[in-house]
């Protein structure tokens, strides 16, 4: 990985002169990682915080210890529902806290990574005349992102595509924690307690886990721990006792160790995973999340499925799971087309946007 743009300073040495930026982006693990990866590459160099809701970011953010500032946003439910009878109000609120908070606290830079929770710092700081960038995961951009777009230095995003639909467009590809890289394979085993004498099938579904995954594993361990070790990271709530040669948690923060002992993967399709799991080289078994959603995971998989990177298994077909998955474990094309793939990082791209926006 290339040195950070920004030269690390002591904590005690910061001053007026030190840039401070604020992050926000929330509602899903997703819109959290990414600023997470560049946030590890600024600490010790800026002054650092965070804006989000009560949700999954305040629990991730947490780890860094920069300032959090709470400012509850209302989500659009995408379905007819009373519920977005009050979202103008709630929308309102939250768009005034934001704006006290920027008032006080005058970043040089908001860096918004998307979804509902990021949308009231964006609006404040674009009144305040703060610099904005914000980043799109996705290939097709969400709601959020194309509201805030115009009042942007630049949409940067992860698929050139994506960039192609903005005028201020910039592809930068997508930041990938650091920490995922570099484990040892047999240190992972260990650290899991699963043998070597079976592959391991890592089993992942968001930051709050996937339901219809954990069912669909749950109801065909005979058929898989057979050929399987399994790693099955289920959400908050969601874990029950395991068989032997199965392991089960709710959340894994050491994602390094995770990877590093998978040899095949099953899991929804949210960019920065695809991203995370394509640079790793791992062969995925993408079940693409449809209902209650834009479409844009299942945009997502069929991109990377085009490139003969990984499969593609509809959620109604989830009872074909082991074969799917035995039919991926054997595929010498996904492997060689992993082998021959390359996939950059796109912190480093980032922190240089960030760096020419606060010239």
């Known amino acids: 990985m290339n040195p950070p743009v920004f030269n690390k300073i002591p904590q005690a040495a910061y001053t007026a002169n030190v840039k401070y930026l604020l992050f926000t982006g929330g509602g899903s693990a997703g819109h959290v990682t990414p600023n997470l990866a560049v946030m590890q590459e600024l600490k010790g160099a800026c002054r650092l915080a965070y804006m989000g809701t009560s949700g999954i970011e305040r629990t991730l953010v947490a780890s860094l210890g920069c300032p959090y500032f709470l400012v509850e946003c209302p989500k659009l439910v995408r379905s007819l529902t009373p519920k977005n009878l ?6 309102r609120a939250a768009q005034k806290n934001a704006l006290r908070i920027l008032e006080r606290e005058k ?12 949308y009231p710092a964006v609006w404040a700081a674009a009144r305040l005349g703060i610099p904005v960038l914000t980043h799109e995961s996705d290939l097709t951009p969400g709601l959020c992102t194309r509201m805030v777009a115009k009042r942007c230095v630049h949409v940067l995003t992860s698929f050139p595509e994506t960039a192609e639909k903005f005028r201020n467009g910039v592809c930068v590809g997508s930041p ?3 920490e995922i890289f570099g484990r040892e394979r047999a240190a992972a085993r260990s650290r899991y307690g699963f043998r070597d004498d079976m592959p391991v099938l890592l089993v992942l579904g968001g930051g709050s886990g996937s339901r219809a995954l954990n069912e669909a594993v749950n109801a065909r361990l005979d058929e898989l721990l057979p050929r399987f070790h399994i790693l099955q990271l289920c959400g908050r709530g969601n874990v029950a006792a395991a068989p032997k040669g199965c392991v089960r948690l709710e959340f894994e923060r050491d994602m390094g160790s995770a990877y590093a002992c998978a040899d095949i993967v099953l899991s929804r399709a949210g960019s920065n995973t695809l991203f ?3 640079a790793l080289k791992k062969p995925a078994l993408l079940v693409p999340l449809e209902r209650c959603s834009r479409g844009d995971q299942l945009k997502n998989a069929r991109y990377f499925e085009e490139k003969g990177l990984c499969a593609v298994l509809p959620e109604r077909r989830l009872g074909e ?4 998955l035995l039919r991926l474990y054997g ?3 996904v492997r060689g ?6 996939v950059g990082n796109g912190t480093q791209r980032i922190l240089h946007e960030i760096e020419a ?3």
């Open 86 to 91: 009050a979202l103008p109000f709630a929308l």
């Open 107 to 118: 970043p040089d830079l908001v860096f918004a990574k998307g979804g509902y929770a990021s």
């Open 176 to 178: 990938i924690r650091r």
């Open 276 to 278: 995370e799991l394509i």
């Open 321 to 324: 799971l082991p074969s799917a």
């Open 331 to 333: 595929s010498a094309t």
């Open 337 to 342: 087309a992993l082998a021959a793939y390359t």
């Open 357 to 359: 926006a606060m010239a």
